[in-house]
């Protein structure tokens, strides 16, 4: 049941603390500062395609960034395109993130690229599903069952599988950082939770006509998914974008009616450029929310603010993401949509 929520989508948001632990339970040595793959075995991937579709893809961008940073050529595609023309794979480790492991498009990309000799595994939720029982490795999530349509606790025990799977499979100096992070995630998203001003955010922005995201980095794929979930349960146009692009075309559409919601972590280069792109449609009149750990100076562009605590950016686009489900769950909740079964979807897609 659900456990006196709403939703099922609001009672697993709630759930992703629990979910989180799950997935991280007995695979982290803290003390070594190593992650263990359980049997995955000694996988040393010299590049790493990924396949996936909808919110597992925007998992699958943050995915490649990681080995990226490893130092692992790796790339993120749309499983339904990559079926279509597969790229050349070489020795590249083909990994399919499918919460489901039923998804047709995934299954199909996994498939071609078992036909072309690559190596495959899976990151899924569902132990026994199809993906899981023809992928040559599976790699659990442990988010424990998702009803509601669309992905919430999935995603964010997603995030965190990935970075597991590479801090096992890869040589990093940040390895002790990002494992102190991700420790702290459980706690830290609790908080997010309990005092997230997003529903009071999205009070203000119902009855907007659009709904822009914008992120650089790791925080791009949290945009997408920002945008995708708004989409998916408010029937409201939404569209997620590097933070970078906006001035080359999106830009035009930015008026005083479309709020833009800005993920903006640490005082990197990479923040001071988001900003920089907050200005310019801040100029336009539209309303801004930054997500935001607050080491910038955006909170002087910006209508609202929605509060992350300082951790690393792998972790602070997981407590990104929470206020933005919330946001969306709320402008949802106030327009009386059909939140856990929102029309025209399906919870596991099985045609291509
Ligand atoms: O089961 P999968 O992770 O393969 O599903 C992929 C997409 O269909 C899924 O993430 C979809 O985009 C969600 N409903 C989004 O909330």
Redesign the pocket.
């Known amino acids: 049941g659900k456990s006196g929520y709403d939703h099922f989508m609001i009672k697993e948001i709630h759930e992703q603390p629990r979910a989180l632990r799950q997935c991280l339970r007995e695979r982290v040595d803290e003390m070594a500062g190593t992650v263990d793959l359980d049997d995955l075995g000694d996988l040393s991937p010299t590049g790493v395609h990924f396949v996936?579709?909808?919110?597992?893809y925007h998992a699958a961008l943050y995915g490649a960034q990681l080995f990226r940073e490893a130092g692992i050529p790796a790339q993120a595609f749309l499983a339904s395109e990559y079926a279509t023309s597969v790229p050349p794979i070489g020795d590249a480790l083909v990994v399919g993130?499918?919460?489901?492991?039923?998804?047709a498009d995934?299954l199909s990309a996994l498939r071609a690229a078992q036909k072309r000799g690559a190596r495959t595994l899976v990151v899924t939720n569902v132990v026994g599903s199809t993906a899981a029982r023809e992928c040559d490795h599976a790699f659990y999530i442990r988010a424990g069952p998702e009803i509601g349509?669309?992905?919430s606790k999935?995603f964010s025990s997603q995030l965190a599988a990935l970075n597991l799977l590479t801090l096992g499979m890869t040589r990093s100096d940040e390895a002790r950082e990002v494992i102190n992070a991700l420790r702290e995630l459980p706690g830290d998203l609790q908080r997010i939770l309990d005092e997230s001003r997003a529903e009071e955010v999205a009070e203000t922005y119902t009855g907007a006509g659009a709904y822009f995201f914008i992120g650089r980095g790791l925080q791009f794929p949290v945009a997408l998914e920002g945008a995708?979930?708004m989409k998916?349960i408010t029937y409201k146009h939404a569209e997620g974008f590097a933070a970078g692009e906006l001035k080359h075309g999106p830009l035009a559409l930015v008026t005083s009616e479309t709020p833009v919601f800005a993920v903006i972590i640490g005082d990197d280069e990479k923040a001071r450029k988001t900003v920089g792109n907050v200005k310019e449609v801040e100029a336009r009149d539209a309303p801004v929310v930054a997500i935001t750990d607050g080491q910038t100076d955006v909170h002087r562009y910006a209508d609202h603010v929605l509060e992350i605590p300082e951790t690393h950016e792998r972790a602070a686009a997981v407590l990104a993401n929470a206020h933005l489900q919330l946001l969306s769950y709320h402008v949802a909740a106030k327009l009386g949509r059909n939140i856990d079964k929102p029309r025209n979807?399906a919870?596991?897609?099985t045609v291509e």
């Open positions: 996936a579709c909808g919110t597992s993130v499918t919460q489901s492991g039923e998804t995934t349509v669309a992905a999935t995708l979930k998916e979807l919870k596991s897609v």
